[in-house]
C-alpha cells in the first residue's frame, strides 16, 4: 500500500505520485509544468505531516507561501502509468523565507530535480516573517 | 490574423483555440478534460464582448457563473498543432440561470458538442438572480 | 493511512483525492474541469486493480478506452486541502464500450455526479471489440 | 485586436495571453506552473513564425525540443483577466541545443523570467544535431 499522504524518512519526505493520462502530452512523456504541480503536493503534504495546511494558514492568518525562484533540472522523463516519488527536503529557513530541495524520481534514478526559494507573503502580496509556531514546526522537520 | 478574443458571427461568438503541448495526452490527442478549459475561455471572452468581467463581477458585485450541469459529446479527437474554434451560443436566460451551447471545431467538423447549465451565484455559494444590467447585456447577444 | 491507489469497496472502486492549489481557482474552488481529471484517475485504478493498464494496453495491443459521452452534474464545491473521494461504478459491458457511474464525494454528501460512455478503440481511432480477456477482467469488477 | 499567434518585433517574439478562470488558484493569482504552459504556447508559436511545426517536426523527422533547464523568477503576481504578453528572444543556437529567455509581462512590469536550455532530441530520447534547415530557421529570427 502506498500512503496517499506520503511519509517522512530521515528527514526527507517521500509522496507517491502515480502518473496518468492528464500528466503526458503528445510526445508520451509527462508535461514538463506539471513537475511544478508535482513539487506543490509533496511540499503541501510536507506541510501537512508538521500540522501546516495552506487553506487554514490563508484564513486564520493570512499568510501564504508563494515560490519566488526555482531552478528545475530534467534529467529523464517519466511515462504514462510511472510511479514517482517526489523528495522534499527543507535547505534552509530564513527569516520570511524557505528553501527547499525537490526531486522526482523513478526506480532509483532522479528525473528532475529542482531548487526552490519560498517566501512567506500576505494575502495583500507583501513579504511577512514567519509565525513563531510555524517556524518552530518547521524547524522540527528539521534541516 | 486571428483576433486572440474571437468574434460575434451572426449572434455566435467563435473563439480561435491553437493545441499545443499542454493540452494533449500520451494517446497523442487532446485530453478530455481540456475541452472544459476552451469552452470557459470561450464563454470568458463572449461575456467580454458584451462588457462582462468575471473578475470585476466577482469583486464589484460578489457574483460569478457557476456550471450546474454539463452534456459532452466526443465525436472526433483533435491534435496537436490544430487550429480549433469554439462556438458558443446562448440558448435560454431564466432567472438565476443561463443555458449555452458550445461545440469545438476544427475543418468543418464537429468535434465535442456541450450542453451546459449555469447558475449566478453569490461568492457565498447561494442562488442569485441576475442583476438587470447583466441580463439586458445578455439578452443584446440574443437567444 | 489512505491508499494511493484506491480499493474495492462492495463492487465499488473508492479513491482517495486530496485538492491542491493546482486543482483551485480564484473563485476558491474546484475548477470545474478538474473533476474530468479526477474521474480519469480513478477509472484508471479501477482498471490496474483488475490488472489492465493503460500505457501497456495502448503498447501492447494497441487500444484505449475513449471517452464518448459524459454528463456532469455539480452539486457542491469542493475546496483546498479538502480530502475527497471518488466512487467508480460500472454499470454496463457492451461489445466495444463501457458506461460508468462516477461521483465525487467529500464528508458523506455528494459534490459531482458523472455519467459515462467510453468506447473500445484502437489507436487509429476506430471502435474495436473487447478482447476477450479484458471483458472477463472488467465482468469479475461486477456491474 | 491582438493576434493569436503573436507577433515579431525587433527580434523579440510577443504573444498575448489572457488568464481565464483555469489559470488561476485559489490564492486569486495565476497558478505558478501555469507560467510554463504560456511559455511553451510562446515558444511553440515563435517556431511556426519561422515555419517550424512541432507536431509536424515530430511525424516528418521524429525530432522534439524537450527543456533540460530552466530557471524561473517569479517576481509579481498575474491575476484573472489580465492581458499579458510573453516575450521570446532565442540568446543561444548549439550544436544540438537552444537557449531561450522569455518573460511574461502585464502592464509594463516584468512578472516572471525564464532563462531556458532547450535540446533536440530523437523520439527514442537521444540528444540528435539540429538538422541545417532548422539551424537556418533559427538563425534567421536572430540571437
Known amino acids: 500500500m502506498t500512503d496517499a499522504a506520503g511519509a517522512i524518512v530521515d528527514g526527507v519526505h517521500v509522496l507517491p505520485v502515480r502518473v496518468y493520462y492528464e500528466d503526458t502530452d503528445a510526445a508520451g512523456i509527462v508535461y514538463y509544468a506539471n513537475y511544478l504541480r508535482y513539487a506543490e503536493r509533496a511540499r503541501s503534504e510536507m506541510?501537512?505531516?508538521?500540522?501546516?495546511?495552506?487553506?487554514?494558514?490563508?484564513?486564520?492568518?493570512?499568510?501564504?507561501?508563494?515560490?519566488?525562484?526555482?531552478?528545475?533540472?530534467?534529467?529523464?522523463?517519466?511515462?504514462?502509468?510511472?510511479?514517482?516519488?517526489?523528495?522534499?527536503?527543507?535547505?534552509?529557513?530564513?527569516?520570511?523565507?524557505?528553501?527547499?530541495?525537490?526531486?522526482?524520481?523513478?526506480?532509483?534514478?532522479?528525473?528532475?530535480?529542482?531548487?526552490?526559494k519560498l517566501a512567506c507573503m500576505s494575502l495583500g502580496g507583501r513579504p511577512a516573517r514567519l509565525p513563531d509556531d510555524i517556524r518552530e514546526r518547521l524547524e522540527s522537520f528539521g534541516t
Open 47 to 116: 506541510l501537512r505531516h508538521i500540522g501546516i495546511e495552506s487553506g487554514r494558514m490563508m484564513a486564520d492568518i493570512g499568510l501564504a507561501f508563494a515560490v519566488k525562484r526555482c531552478v528545475m533540472d530534467f534529467l529523464k522523463p517519466a511515462k504514462l502509468d510511472d510511479l514517482l516519488t517526489v523528495e522534499t527536503r527543507l535547505t534552509e529557513i530564513g527569516g520570511a523565507s524557505l528553501s527547499v530541495d525537490q526531486r522526482v524520481r523513478c526506480d532509483g534514478a532522479d528525473l528532475v530535480c529542482m531548487e526552490l
